[in-house]
T-cell receptor
Framework: NAGVMQNPRHLVRRRGQEARLRCSPM?????VYWYRQLPEEGLKFMVY????????ESGMPKERFSAEFPKEGPSILRIQQVVRGDSAAYFC?????????????FGPGTRLTVL | DQQVKQNSPSLSVQEGRISILNCDYT??????FLWYKKYPAEGPTFLIS?????DKNEDGRFTVFLNKSAKHLSLHIVPSQPGDSAVYFC??????????????FGQGTILTVHP
């Protein structure tokens, strides 16, 4: 029973390039959450998606960041025109029913480095 | 606005003794609390959770205590083992309102268990 998968594990981009981070939830899970961890900080919520719907994007920066969870395929977090401040670990989590008492299981993360 | 706080950045404990990690929260809408453990370069791993209708939940060596009036929870690990050395995050979610569905994390406490 595979857990949450994320790829790539490490991503290096130059300023101004685009970064695409992928997340495949656990089998049977239809709710996906993205979190960002900046150096020396805790995880911060970014966006909550269900298949083909964005439920809550209150943690997403207003510009350059977007997320999707299509009917088929993984969830994608897209960062356009990356800047050095985007360097962080990006974690995806999934849950089965989306209830607040539903445990969120995390993937291994994608470490983004912007040169 | 740090709604979940872990005021101890680090804790050092001798193997076999009890580790007590603390967490305070300010949002009275939080009603479900979780502890995650995180090793470097990995994603958070779920440890144990507690609903606000309980004041204690136990799972093997891990026990979580919730004091709703004080808005405080703690994780007890007994006996502590060197393999428990990791960063521990407290997280909270709400059954309604702006915090529904998403987890709000504390800053983390680095636990070191010495042999």
């Amino acid at each position: 029973n595979a857990g949450v998968m994320q790829n790539p594990r490490h991503l290096v981009r130059r300023r101004g390039q685009e970064a695409r981070l992928r997340c495949s939830p656990m089998k049977g899970h239809s709710h996906v959450y993205w979190y960002r961890q900046l150096p020396e900080e805790g995880l911060k919520f970014m966006v909550y998606l269900q298949k083909e719907n964005i439920i809550d994007e209150s943690g997403m920066p207003k510009e350059r960041f977007s997320a999707e969870f299509p009917k088929e395929g993984p969830s994608i977090l897209r960062i356009q025109q990356v800047v050095r401040g985007d360097s962080a670990a990006y974690f995806c989590a999934s849950s089965k029913d989306g209830l607040n008492t539903d445990t969120q299981y995390f993937g291994p993360g994608t470490r983004l480095t912007v040169l | 606005d740090q709604q979940v706080k872990q005021n101890s950045p680090s804790l050092s404990v001798q193997e076999g003794r009890i580790s007590i990690l603390n967490c305070d929260y300010t949002n009275s809408m939080f009603d479900y609390f979780l502890w995650y453990k995180k090793y470097p370069a990995e994603g958070p791993t779920f440890l144990i959770s507690i609903s606000s209708i309980k004041d204690k939940n136990e799972d093997g060596r891990f026990t979580v205590f919730l004091n709703k009036s004080a808005k405080h929870l703690s994780l007890h690990i007994v006996p502590s083992q060197p393999g428990d050395s990791a960063v521990y995050f407290c997280a909270a979610s709400a059954r309604m309102g702006a915090s529904y569905g998403k987890l709000t994390f504390g800053q983390g406490t680095i636990l070191t268990v010495h042999p």
